[in-house]
């Protein structure tokens, strides 16, 4: 053959890998980006051969998660899928209670229930393996049937999250090693073993619910079953639907039933009881990765069932896929060698992971847009206009398709001012190497456009260990969205007010400071939907947190320093004065017994007689446990001690930046300390609000875990004992850590171990608890305002000046008040606003003037309440109602609301 046919068919060669290398295989990747039409996916026939080779090669088996009784929490899962409307309804819940819950998916209703997947993804929840079928006794199926149930699932719920379990399970299987190595070669890690199952038809009510829950051991893996187990008998192997309805279980063979008598209760009832039980109980909820993992090396492995041959077919793919591997060696040497300096730079790494922080810690008053999904341009330039016409400056994650697609439009977001970082894509092969290239593309495009950046976000997808490992070696910083506007079931819609209601639903009055809300600009089919919900965020959830009364507008008054900014990521962490570090992730639920007072000398009965400051509306009907004697030592005042017109200011509860924030600068604008007596649960979901609180120099104090109160004798027992010290201590943690370290003006910590009992009802054992957690004083105080319940502002105005002022108009000396500051309290800012500024008009010699001090003011130098040395106020002046008994509905200090 002449030379010239030989080069001219080494370059037919050489063309027909290059086009397979940038169509065929770069067209694989593509088809995993985002979420594709499942129709053709489920095909493992070339999944079915890797695993075979892994098989064979005698792949180490996977492990096994089960019960870890040193563990003082439970893990919760859900297998199989319910309908969509069940579907929605479990997620509601597991957001309300804040309960952390492994869904287990079956292959084929995920296949047919795509939305219900999707909700369950964007809302962080581990998603498992339940078999294709959710196959009974997977164990005892043929290896090859195994595979199939177990590969087939994978692939399902990778196309759909782009990424795969790594748990699974099935019912009543054992996970013996062979089948933990067939696991293993479907790309699984691990089984979950259940230690509980719910019987749901047997928790009828709350006390079943409480009953059960009080049953389970610490450190059980608890399941509730949803789904029908498919029977291996009735099983069709090879038959398996593609896309059954959502409300079939496949495969099941028709027969005859026999009719069903029994009372079945509704699971979503049963799923609110049993989580009202654990929060009442105080139990945490972890995930299954924070309990044992153990490897099953106890059952001898068989031989392996021999493998049969890969056909002509498959052998072609795999000799076409060794040459375009050959290929990639000699025509992409440079990206081989830069995986070589990736190699280099893991090393110098050592593997550590990149945090992900879900909000920038700050306490500066500043939220932040992220933005993401450029592919749309007309969209794109639509926010742009919005920011610079409203003064806002975003942060545009640009990914490296889009920075190929359209680098001008890159430009202009520079151009305009506004943040430009890196966005990830989701990819189904990613790993370390794909994501540190990723990410040097990009930090290449940005440098020759002018930009310096290492800030990453990926803002959709699963992000994985690989992924994080990369940010870091890389010297990169990752953020995820606090607040994600994106939710696939509005993507048709074309009210901005609807998609509002939904993201945000009743509860959420604001975003809060150092948020980052994300927003998916090629997200919604209504161009123009993006903008417009965008603008009733920044109106309804941002501008609100500004303190705005009839004459103090924080739009008009230069002093008014209320408002909150929204600013690009980099603007906001640019400000290390107001940044700080804070692990939200920690188990706080085990109390330091070393913290108890009777290491400080202090005996219980002198706790009792000299560290509570009670109420006097709370007799002993409301003193459970305590004998007669006991109850005498008892504080029913509720004031400080001082012959000055002193009063104290505290709030109790939790809101958001909205409601707090009103209250922060007011007390700010008055230069007056308060004491904020914090309900604990969620405060890890905000504490750039509480962490502020205590940089204004207020007291911060504990008001519980779950506001759960010392309200019945029975509480009085060894086992409510130990229920209020997990409750207490754990709040006492929270506060220690999140705030313990900064410094009021006297050197003190601003986190003060003072405690408002729940309702004010008190009992022996929930003061057991607390002497025993190290809480110094009991706080009941003299006078709630009922502010949460005021209907205008003069009410709200006269319930503080109740409290403040006797019958004669005097200061009643040492009073403490009790009001709230959580969202349903709107008058108390404008309230406190109105009465402080005339407080400071007041002659120093006017008997109404009073000095508000926090309570640690007093609370110190061994304070005893029982000591009236100081005392210089007559009980009679108090503003005691006279026609109303007291305890009665208008009694003025019936009180349900501490």
């Known amino acids: 053959m002449p030379k010239t046919k030989w080069i001219f068919l080494a370059v037919i060669v050489i063309i027909s890998l290059v086009v397979y290398k940038f169509w065929y295989l770069d067209y694989k990747v593509a088809a995993y980006e985002d979420i594709p039409d499942l129709s053709s996916e489920y095909n493992v026939d070339e999944e079915l051969v890797q695993a075979r080779e892994k098989l064979n090669s005698g792949i180490e088996p996977a492990t096994v998660y089960t019960k870890d009784p040193t563990k003082n929490a439970i893990a919760l899962t859900f297998d199989g899928l319910p309908d969509p409307t069940t579907t929605d309804k479990l997620l509601d819940l597991i957001e309300r209670y804040d309960m952390k819950v492994t869904f287990f998916v079956e292959g084929s209703n995920a296949a047919g229930d795509k939305e219900s997947v999707l909700k369950l993804y964007e809302q962080g929840i581990t998603i498992g393996n339940y078999t294709y079928t959710g196959v009974q006794y997977l164990d005892k199926l043929p290896q090859d049937a195994i595979l199939e149930q177990l590969l087939r699932t994978q692939k399902a719920l990778d196309v759909l999250t782009g990424t795969e379990p790594e748990l699974f399970k099935a019912p009543d299987t054992s996970f013996v ?43 059980s893996i608890v399941s509730l079953r949803i789904g029908t187990p498919t029977n291996i008998i009735t099983y069709q192997e090879g038959k398996i639907d593609d896309k059954p309805a959502v409300d079939k279980q496949p495969n099941l063979a028709l027969k005859e039933e026999k009719k069903d008598t029994a009372v079945h209760q509704n699971i979503v009832d049963v799923v609110e009881r049993l989580f009202k039980a654990i929060q009442q109980r105080g139990i945490q909820t972890v995930e299954i990765r924070d309990l044992r993992e153990i490897e099953r090396v106890d059952i001898l492995t068989p031989p392996a069932a021999p493998t049969p041959s890969p056909s002509t077919s498959g052998k072609v793919a795999m000799l076409f896929d060794y040459i375009a591997d050959k290929a990639d060696n000699i025509l992409f040497n440079r990206a081989l060698a830069a995986t070589a300096d990736y190699n280099q730079l893991r090393r110098m790494n050592n593997h550590k992971l990149a945090e992900n922080p879900k909000m920038i810690y700050t306490t500066e008053q500043s939220v932040c847009f992220a933005f993401a999904g450029l592919t749309k341009p007309e ?26 697609a ?12 506004n943040e430009v970082a890196i966005g990830l894509r989701s990819l189904k092969d990613s790993n370390f190497f794909t ?22 976000m990926q803002p959709w997808g699963q992000i994985t260990d690989e992924t994080l490992e990369a940010v870091s070696a890389m010297n990169c910083q990752m953020v995820s969205p606090t607040y994600n506007m994106v939710s696939s079931k509005h993507q048709n819609y074309t009210s901005a007010e609807a998609v509002m209601a939904e993201q945000f639903g009743k509860a959420v009055y604001s975003v809060g400071r150092g948020w980052i809300i994300y927003f998916r600009l090629d997200f919604y089919n209504d161009d123009d939907l993006v903008v417009d919900v965008m603008d ?14 009839f004459y103090d507008d924080a739009k008009i008054n230069p002093n008014n320093d209320s408002a909150y900014t929204v600013k690009s990521i980099s603007a906001v962490l640019a400000n290390k004065n107001a940044l700080y570090q804070i692990n939200t992730e920690l188990d706080f639920s085990s109390p330091n017994l070393g913290n108890s007072l009777n290491y400080k000398g202090i005996s219980f009965v002198d706790y009792l007689q000299q560290r509570y400051i009670g109420n006097y509306d709370v007799t002993m009907a409301e003193a459970h446990g305590f004998k007669v004697e006991e109850a005498s030592y008892l504080d029913t005042d509720g004031r400080i001690h001082t012959d000055k017109p002193v009063v104290f200011f505290t709030f109790d509860d939790w809101g958001t930046d909205a409601a707090i924030n009103h209250l922060l600068y007011v007390l700010r604008k008055h230069n007056v300390k308060a004491t904020f007596f914090i309900l604990t649960h969620n405060v890890m979901r905000n504490p750039n609000l509480l962490r502020a609180m205590a940089l204004d120099g207020h ?3 504990s008001h519980s875990e779950f506001h759960r109160a010392m309200d019945t004798v029975e509480y009085n027992s060894d086992e409510a004992y130990q229920s209020y010290l997990v409750d207490y201590g754990t709040a006492y943690n929270k506060l220690l850590y999140a705030v313990g370290d900064v410094r009021l003006t006297d050197g003190t910590s601003a986190f003060k171990p003072y405690y408002r009992p729940p309702t004010l009802a008190i009992s022996k054992a929930g003061f ?19 502010d949460y319940e005021q209907p205008d502002l003069d009410s709200m105005v006269n319930a ?13 000396n040492g009073a403490v008040l009790v009001m709230h500051m959580s969202d349903e309290s709107i008058f108390t800012p404008i309230a406190l606003d109105l009465l402080l500024t005339i407080n400071e008009q007041r002659a120093d010699n006017d008997p109404a003037k009073f000095t508000a001090l926090p309570l640690s003011a007093y609370l110190k130098n061994n304070y005893d309440q029982s000591d009236y040395s100081r005392k210089n106020n007559d009980l009679n002046s108090r503003p005691v109602p006279e026609i109303n008994p007291i305890g009665s509905e208008n009694s003025l200090y019936h009180n349900t609301g501490y």
């Open 379 to 404: 969209v794109v330039y639509k926010t742009l206009d919005y920011l610079v016409k409203n003064n806002i400056k975003g942060t545009f994650f640009v990914m490296e398709n889009e920075m190929r």
């Open 800 to 812: 503080i000046k109740e409290g403040i002022y006797d019958r004669n108009g005097k200061v009643i």
């Open 177 to 219: 090693v062979p089948l933990l190595q067939v696991a293993a070669a479907a790309n699984l890690k691990s089984a979950v073993k259940t230690d509980v199952f719910i019987n749901k038809d047997a928790v009828k009510n709350d006390v079943d619910a409480v009953n059960f829950i009080n049953s389970v051991p610490q450190g």
């Open 435 to 456: 994501v540190c290239k990723q990410i040097n593309y990009m930090q290449n495009q940005f440098a020759s456009m002018g930009v310096q950046t290492n800030l990453v």
């Open 536 to 549: 009733l965020v920044k109106r309804h959830k941002v501008d609100n947190i500004a303190y705005n009364s």
């Open 699 to 701: 007291d911060i104090s």
């Open 406 to 417: 359209n680098p001008q439009m890159v430009q202009d977001i520079i151009n305009s001012g």
């Open 768 to 786: 057991r608890a607390l002497y025993d957690t190290g809480y110094e004083y009991i706080v009941s105080g003299s006078y709630s305002t009922h």
